[in-house]
């Protein structure tokens, strides 16, 4: 069983940036496969990025070049870096974990309570 708490959402001003963090509680030899996905008003959850056991970060096309994740395994953090937002990057963004990467977001079993962002010009 894995636990996903976010952090560090808030209002934000067009351009600004923001560092969201997700604290993983977990079994230490259980591998999961972590990532952080968005919803914006109105639509659909959509995968922001997963990061595959090995550590490699694999970003949907619409967020690559623009948001950074990173992990610190010794510290069973995760972050998601925002720069250059706009009002386009205004949505909850959550963090989960699933037993294997790219499966469907509706079969993802674990999800944190969401931190959310809002983008002002």
């Known amino acids: 069983q894995v636990q996903l708490v976010e952090s560090g959402g808030g209002s934000v001003q067009s351009g600004g940036s923001l560092k969201l963090s997700c604290k993983v509680s977990?079994?230490?030899?259980?591998?999961?496969?972590l990532g952080w996905f968005r919803q914006a008003p109105g639509k659909e959850r959509e995968m922001v990025a997963q990061i595959e056991t090995d550590g490699s970060v694999l970003y949907a096309d619409a967020f690559r070049g623009r948001f950074t994740v990173s992990q610190d395994n010794s510290k069973n953090m995760l972050w998601l870096q925002l720069v250059n937002l706009n009002a386009a990057v205004s949505a909850t963004y959550f963090c989960?974990?699933?037993?294997?990467?790219?499966?469907?977001?509706?079969?993802?079993?674990?999800w944190g309570q969401g931190a959310q962002v809002a983008v002002s010009s």
């Open positions: 977990k079994n230490p030899s259980a591998h999961y496969c």
């Open positions: 989960t974990a699933d037993l294997y990467c790219f499966g469907a977001t509706a079969d993802i079993p674990s």
